[in-house]
């Protein structure tokens, strides 16, 4: 029997036990009947459970992400409304965010995946915005867990079927696979959309009397306590909640969007709210408080998809692509008129009152009457007790092991689960539609154009939880400057950031400061690279019976490109460029995918960010892709140098000679060493000086590492590899893990 | 050339069909909603891509009854060019425009990527800016893109020239392998007897821009300004 019907049948009142089960601890409870000055009703105790649940309430997290900066003259909107805005020139800006979907996906890969698609493309298009790309972070579980395949094979489909339907590209992401992410995948989706900067909607409801009004589908019983479930760990009995897992329905939400995009074109909306998690409750709640209101529901004119559906029910539900709306008195027709037309239910459901308290009506009873402050300022905020990690010890690269061969590692590398083509995945996605995508999945960032005009928009998602797991503050500071430096590989300027925060047990002292040590780590890369954080989702309990997952702060960037005539891409264009490494080499093999992968294990201290340095790189970079000296860029991480060109060429379909080194380092940590802030470069031989010297007046170090040509990698003292054979290692893995087993 | 694209509820591709329309014929095409009876006139019809009423009962199958749907059939009828690219290909034989049906992909996912056409004639008033036998890129994305239809209408559609591409490898050779979703005898795209209805699962109108990494499509489009003109 579920929360709700168990709650329902305990209508003689209010048991520790019920309380219990709404997730909240016997002195949050106390806090709750303090706030209220009585004992609840049933429906208001749903209220407050999820309103205080720690997916609605930060009430871990609030003190900690205080800590990130929010500012920049490019932040039009920073943190605290449905998504980020920043200014992209010309009147325009972006609106983006990423939201975590990683509870209900476990449980359901399918239909979890498809609503955090849905669920994020509707935070952007309730500001106003027309949603322009979609990007996803995934962290599988290990290929040989007997739940892998089947949870990749439906987390992508749902994806793909979600977007593809909306006509929204899905046009990158990433995707690893650890061991311990077996038990708690994380699902995080990004949206990034296009909105005209004086026509950004936002959510306070300002001014009394106004109607209250619901739009979309018809609410049902699903996704009732979705809000709490995402809220604690799992177990054996996670099965269970099956129930508790929304449906999408992205047919509707096209509808939804462009009804929505029709009537903001109108001057007939004060505020606007989606329904996602906790539904009705908090997007109520939220319009209501900021707008320094109160409200009043006529549950009755619920647009409902079953029969007799109680407040408790209705007010909890997660059914998708909803929406409520707070109108200007007299819209109420042409929003009807609107609606009717795209064959979306519309009903007036209430309206703003003075009273500052949420009421709730249903057949004719007052089943909640709550002070908004108390819901949405009385939720308890812990400043939860934190151990913070001794670091690993730096690895020496004579330490570790010499492979047989170089390029005999790099093919081993390049077919392994971490670094393989992921085409598999993204051609599931449509990532055409729209017809603006200039930079297709695969590069360092996938770049759209701005329909209509020269700019373009790129975007990136990142994080290295190998990093984070050995250290949590260097590993998200590297999350942001690789992101930062992904966007520079295609010649952007990096304006700001999204995160998802995905953690373990917050209770657990030693997961706090696993996310305080990611939040200063983020702060200080954001703030060194001017990379503020405009919007953001946190994810705790992503654990199962005690074991949590790597602390994994994914980071979702946005840059803009002026022209997109001055982007790079990462395939090598002509036979006779030559190429270059921008960036400092220390031969870092700590935490690296050669040691994952070839030598038993990754270990030790993660390569460390310098973030000066990260910053003349890249600035370096762009002004060279700019000044059109550069044929092909392409940014250096997992897997090293070596991997770096290997995907270049890959991508160009063209070999390359690389020369050799003079250098006291191992020869393979200076290949696979993942040492941070570097670019490999390829451009014409009479370009080279004016790089050489524009790397010396940037203070950024550059070393020549060999030719383009011919159809294999080839290195001194070493049989070369056959393109062929690299691309059918790195091409073969993810389809035959798919197709077998 | 004046273009007239319909819009279905979840069409999701008639904004890039009019940015190519608009790009070969220098005019807006008129955007026509489904429930309007009426289409303006029209020296083309586009049925553009998307997902027509989610494509919950089978692709193109609801859309193929929507009001618009009767006249568009009467202006095919009377000549009028109309060009189904995609769920527009779909609800073309939903309607009866075109024999056949898409079934879902022989690798029962979805699939976005670009192919390679071969054109099999340009003597049609959509294909005169190719050569025939010409290799082409255009990209395909759906998940129901299988080409059926029973060995005598196949023999039928082949006898009187009516295949318009056929998936293919980078030398022209119909081959198994450069076949994507497993469409009999790797035909891409076909045209009614009288040879004014074309439809077609690649999208010509998402390599119609060089900043696209391909001009292919455009040239359908320039062929049918120049036709039509």
Excluded at chain 1, 361 to 383: N, Q, W
Aim: hydrophobic fraction near 40%.
């Amino acid at each position: 029997m579920n929360i709700a019907a168990r709650a329902a049948r305990t209508a003689e009142g209010i048991t520790p036990e019920l309380v219990a089960e709404h997730g909240l601890t016997p002195d949050e409870y106390k806090l709750l009947v303090a706030a209220l000055g009585r004992e609840p009703r049933l429906t208001e105790l749903g209220i407050f459970s999820v309103m205080w649940s720690e997916h609605c309430s930060y009430k871990s997290s609030k003190v900690w992400l205080k800590k990130l900066p929010t500012d920049g003259p490019q932040v039009v909107q920073g943190p605290g409304e449905n998504a980020g805005v920043v200014d992209i020139g010309d009147g325009q800006a972006v609106v983006f965010k990423m939201e975590s979907h990683n509870h209900p996906s476990y449980i359901e890969p399918y239909q979890g995946a498809a609503t955090g698609v849905g669920g994020i493309m509707r935070d952007v298009f309730t500001m106003g915005a027309r949603p322009i790309a979609n990007m996803n972070a995934l962290r599988f579980g290990a290929p040989e867990h007997p739940k892998t395949k089947h949870l990749v094979a439906g987390v992508v489909s749902g994806i793909g079927d979600y977007g593809n339907c909306m006509g929204v590209p899905t046009v990158g992401g990433e995707t690893n696979f650890d061991a311990r992410y077996n038990d708690n995948i994380l699902v995080n989706a990004m949206t990034v959309g296009l909105v005209d900067a004086t026509r950004i909607f936002k959510s306070a409801a300002k001014g009394v009397g106004h109607p209250v009004v619901y739009v979309g589908s018809k609410t049902g019983r699903d996704g009732i306590h979705g809000a709490t479930m995402a809220s604690a760990e799992f177990d054996e009995a996670s099965e269970e909640k099956r129930p508790t897992v929304q449906v999408g329905d992205p047919f509707t939400e096209k509808l939804l969007l462009e009804a929505c995009l029709e009537l903001m074109a109108e001057d007939a909306i004060v505020a606007i709210q989606d329904m996602g998690a906790a539904g009705l409750t908090s997007s109520s709640v939220e319009m209501a408080d900021k707008g320094g209101v109160g409200i009043e529901l006529e549950l009755d004119r619920i647009p409902t998809r079953e029969d007799g559906m109680t407040a408790y029910e209705m007010m909890l539900s997660e059914s998708q692509e909803r929406m409520l709306m707070v109108l200007k008195p007299g819209s109420e027709k042409i929003a009807e008129r609107i609606f009717k037309k795209w064959e979306l239910d519309f009903s007036v459901i209430g309206y703003t009152t003075d009273t500052g308290h949420l009421v709730v009506r249903h057949r004719g009873i007052v089943e909640a009457d709550i002070p908004l402050a108390a819901l949405a300022h009385a939720a308890p905020v812990y400043e939860r007790p934190i151990t913070k990690k001794d670091p690993q010890p730096v690895i020496p690269p004579e330490e570790v092991a010499a492979p047989n061969s170089i390029l005999g590692a790099l093919e081993r590398l390049m077919g392994s689960p971490h670094l393989c083509s992921r085409r598999w995945i993204w051609e599931q996605y449509d990532h055409m539609v729209m017809a603006d995508t200039v930079q297709r999945p695969g590069g360092d960032a996938a770049v759209v154009r701005v329909h209509g005009t020269k700019k373009g928009v790129a975007i990136s998602c990142d994080v290295t939880p190998r990093y984070c797991a050995a250290d949590a503050f260097e590993g998200a500071k590297q999350a942001v400057a690789e992101c930062w430096r992904n966007l520079c590989a295609v010649g952007a300027d990096p304006l700001a950031i999204t995160d998802c925060m995905n953690f373990g047990n917050p209770e657990r002292p030693e997961i706090m400061g696993e996310f305080a040590s990611a939040v200063e780590g983020m702060a200080e890369a954001c703030r060194a690279l001017s990379f503020p954080v405009v919007s953001g989702n946190v994810s705790l309990y992503n654990e199962t019976n005690g074991i949590a997952i790597p602390p994994t702060p994914a980071i979702g960037g946005v840059g803009l490109i002026p022209d997109i005539a001055a982007m790079a891409t990462v395939a090598l264009k002509r036979e006779g460029d030559v190429l270059m490494l921008i960036g400092e080499e220390a031969g870092h093999l700590g935490q690296s995918l050669y040691m994952e992968v070839i030598s038993g294990g990754a270990k030790g201290a993660p390569p460390p960010v310098d973030l000066d340095a990260e910053r003349r790189a890249g600035d370096l970079v762009r002004s060279l892709i700019r000044s059109g000296c550069l044929s092909a860029v392409h940014d250096v991480s997992d897997g090293g140098l070596l991997v770096a060109i290997a995907e270049m060429a890959l991508a160009g379909s063209v070999g390359v000679t690389l020369d050799a080194v003079p250098s006291p380092l191992p020869a393979h940590a200076l290949w696979f060493g993942e040492d941070q802030g570097r670019y490999v470069v390829a451009a014409s031989p009479d370009k080279a000086d004016a790089i050489h010297k524009a790397a010396a007046v940037a203070k950024v170090p550059l070393r020549l590492l060999g030719t383009v040509g011919g159809d294999a990698i080839g290195l001194d003292g070493e049989p070369p590899l056959a393109l062929q054979a690299l691309r059918q290692a790195h091409e073969a893995w993810l389809p035959s893990f798919m197709a077998h087993g | 050339m004046k273009a007239a694209v319909i819009v279905f509820p979840g069409s999701n591709c008639d904004r890039d069909a009019a940015v190519a329309l608009q790009a070969a014929t220098g005019q807006p095409p008129a955007m026509v909603w489904h429930a309007d009876s009426l289409i303006p006139d029209s020296d083309l019809i586009v049925l553009p891509g998307g997902f027509s009423y989610g494509d919950y009962l089978r692709s193109g199958a609801m859309a193929a009854h929507s009001p618009v749907m009767r006249e568009v059939a009467a202006r095919a009828r009377a000549g009028t060019p109309v060009l189904g690219i995609c769920n527009g290909f779909q609800v073309l034989t939903e309607a009866g425009l075109l024999p056949g049906v898409l079934m879902r992909n022989a690798t029962l996912k979805f699939i976005c990527k670009d192919v390679l056409l071969r054109v099999e004639r340009n003597d049609t008033l959509f294909a005169s800016h190719y050569a025939r036998g010409e290799v082409v890129r255009f990209p395909i994305a759906h998940k129901d893109g299988c080409y059926y239809a029973d060995e005598a209408t196949l023999d039928r559609l082949e006898g009187d020239g009516r295949i318009a591409f056929r998936y293919c490898d980078a030398n022209g050779n119909v081959t198994d392998e450069a076949n994507p979703n497993g469409s009999r005898r790797n035909i891409a795209g076909i045209y009614n007897e009288a040879g004014n209805v074309l439809g077609l699962m690649p999208h010509p109108e998402r390599l119609a821009d060089p900043a696209l990494c391909g001009t292919d499509g455009a040239r359908m489009f320039l062929s049918l300004m120049e036709t039509l003109h």
